[in-house]
Structures are given as C-alpha cells and as structure tokens.
C-alpha cells in the first residue's frame, strides 16, 4: 500500500471520533441523538480528504502518519472546546481552516526546496525576535495572567510567540549546519571540554540570549522553556557532545535560581507550585492549579463520562478557570480518566516519534537538524502544558497542540506540520 493511500485510511478514526464525539456532546445537553453530529463528521472528513488530496499531489512521498495523528488531534480537540462552548468552538473550527490554508500555502512556496530558508536565516531571527517582543508594545499588547502573550490588531488578535519558535528553530538549525564541525574539533580544551571561539559561538548565543530575555521580558515563561529545550536538542544533535548538554543545563539552573528571586511574577508562580493549597494562596493563584487537581482526581481511571464534568455551578460561575486552553487537560482527564488522557500523551507520542524518524530519515544536516528541532519544540510544548497541570512543573500558559483553544497556535502548528512533511518527503524520495 502507498503512503498516500495509508494516510487516506488513517483519516478514518478521526471522524469518526469527531461523529461520536459530537454525538455524545448531543445527547448529554439535549437527551435526543442529533444529525448534525453525522454532518459534523462529514465536513470534517471532506476538509481532510481536500487536504490529503492536495498532498497526494505535492508531496507524494512525505510521511503518511504525520497529517492523520494531527487531524486526530484537531477533531478531539473541537469536540472537547465545543462541549465547552459552543461559540468558541465555531472559532475553533474557523481557525481550523485557517491551519489548512496556511499549511497548504506554506507547502506551495516551499515545494521545490525548503533549504532555501537558510539564505534568510538572519532576516527569520530578527523578524522571530520582533515578534516575540511585539506584545509588550504600547497600545497593541495585553497583559493576561501576568504574562504579555497577546497583541491585538483590530478584530484579530494573536500571540505572536507561537511563530517566532518556528523561525528560531530555523535559524538555529541553518547555523548549527554550517558551523558545527567548527563548534567540535576548534577552539580551546577548558577542564575537558572543548570551547567553541567566540567569533563561531558568539552570534549564535547572542540570539539565543536575546530569545531568553525577550521571553523573561514578556513572562512568558512556558515559551522561554520550549525555546531553551528546543536549542539544547538541537547543540546535541549538531555537536554530538553531552558536555554541551551539561553546561546548558547548568546555566539554565543558574538562570532559574536568579529569575526565581528577582521576578515577582514568577516567584508566585513557584509558590503556588509548591504548595497551592497554603492559606493565602489557594484563594488566590493556587485556585486555578487547585481546581485542576481536584478536576484529574475526580476523573479516576475511566472517567466520570463524556460531557459529564461539572464545569460551572448554577450561577454561571466557573470551577475550572480557563478550561479551553491552559486546563483543558484537566477536562479531558475528569470526563475520560486516566486511561483516555495516556491515549491523548500516546498520540502526541506517536507525532513526536514520526517526526524523530523524519529526522533520522533526512540527506542533509540543515533537514535533520530542521526536523529535530520542530519535533523537539512540539513535544516540549505537551510537556509544559501537561507537567503544569499535573504539577511536575510550574504550571504556564501554554497551549496544548490542536487540543486547547487558540488560533495562533492552530496556524503556527500547522505550519510546523507542514514543514515536518517537506522533509519528509525530500528523505523518503527516491533519489
């Protein structure tokens, strides 16, 4: 069977969980099976087919996995904001078409050789910096929960920072390509490790420290985190050398402890993950962590049921704040237990493993380390909304890949996808 025709297939058991999803959601807010859930179904999997036809035509050889997982995603994640609230989930299923557009025209310009990027690495950084700084500037950011994450431009608003991490991805793997093998065999030998010189080191780590400032600037601090990770695992895979690992990781801890007692924001942030439940704190910022913990207990192993999760009380009040983007774990977890939320981690698992083998599949370092990098930043980006809400990490306002509500990160992750199947296709051709 082709990969095409393996992907056609795949499509399958994503509408039909968008079908019975939308048909479980009826019947719990109106006791009656609805048709429009069939219809639901139908656009979705005809938006889908287009898009798998449209591959099958530009890319033919990309990896046939890749676009049914995310469409897996995309369908769980509209019926979950729809059973949330129904208007925002017609901007979901808005935002949606918006992805496939910015995906398909993302694949059109770069069909014919995506390694065209490298030229513009400089001019990717600084745009990917503009944007990360864009909401702190007067009259069009917004400060939400501590956190400058948002600009508004008329009707649209956006975070830009959901961009910018596909741009710093690319920069950092077209300057990783070209100078690696200097980073490994000049420099100096210091208690031994070899030191990169500066004039090779030096631009590379200053638009690092630019990112991490920027992203400490802004408090958003779940970016800040992806940024960090997503440039470690790129330095070890470009270098081959766990020392380079360390001595981020050793300046990381170091940055924590001073960004810990200097930032206020974040201070009570890491207060509130130690103990939520503190007088003084659980009324405050650690209800939102509280509620989410509260949420995951009461689902259990197999849930309390689909649509079965009380989320507001009879005034209107909300017990789970902020349940369509940074708790929508928590919502899965209540209504589907344990055992439906490890099926959402094995899913984005298996999205991170197929992007991982893109990589290992790739002719050219810049594809390899390309591909890694997306990979790397996508499953950083579950980690932080996941390790937040079961509170192995301080908990940021991250979104959850296709699942949470959110356009930018729709769009941005689309295009992240489209990217992945680029490279795909370039190692799976026959040469």
Known sequence: MSERNRELLGLIPASLLVTGGFAAVFIQEQDRLSDLSLTYGAIFLGLCVVAHVFLRFTLPHADPYLFPLV???????????????????????????????????????????????????????????LLLVLPRFPGIGAQVNGAYLGVKLGPISFQPAELAKIGIVIFLASYLRDYRQVMVV?????????????????PLLLVWAAAMLLLVFIRDLGSSLMFFGGFLALLYVATNRISFVA??????GAGAVFVANTVGH???????????????????????????????????????????????LPGGAKILPAAETDLIYAVITDELGLAGACALILVYLLFSERGFKTAL??????????????????????????????????????????????????????????LLLLVSNRARSPA
């Open 247 to 252: 001595i981020g990781l050793a300046l990381f």
């Open 71 to 129: 469409a897996l995603l995309a369908c769980f994640g509209l019926v979950m904001v729809y059973r949330i609230d129904e208007d925002l989930a017609r901007d979901q299923a808005q935002w949606f078409v918006a992805g496939l557009i910015a995906f398909a025209a993302t694949i059109l310009v770069l069909r014919r050789d995506y390694r065209v990027l490298e030229r513009y690495r400089y001019t990717i950084a600084a745009v990917s910096l």
């Open 266 to 312: 974040v201070q009570d942030r890491i207060t509130t993950w130690l103990d939520p439940f503190q007088p003084g704190v659980v009324d405050k910022e650690g209800y939102q962590i509280a509620q989410a913990l509260f949420a995951q207990a009461d689902g259990g192993v197999l849930g309390v049921g689909f649509g079965q999760a009380l989320l507001e």
């Open 361 to 418: 599949l790739a002719r050219d370092s810049f594809s390899t380390l390309l591909a890694t990098g997306l990979t790397a930043v996508f499953a950083l980006q579950v980690f932080v909304i996941v390790g937040g809400v079961t509170r192995v990490i301080p908990l940021t306002g991250v979104t959850l890949p296709f699942v949470s509500y959110g356009g930018s990160s729709i769009v941005a992750n689309f295009i992240l996808l489209a």
């Open 186 to 202: 000049g420099g100096r030998r210091f208690l031994g490790l070899t030191i990169p010189p500066m004039r090779t080191l030096g």
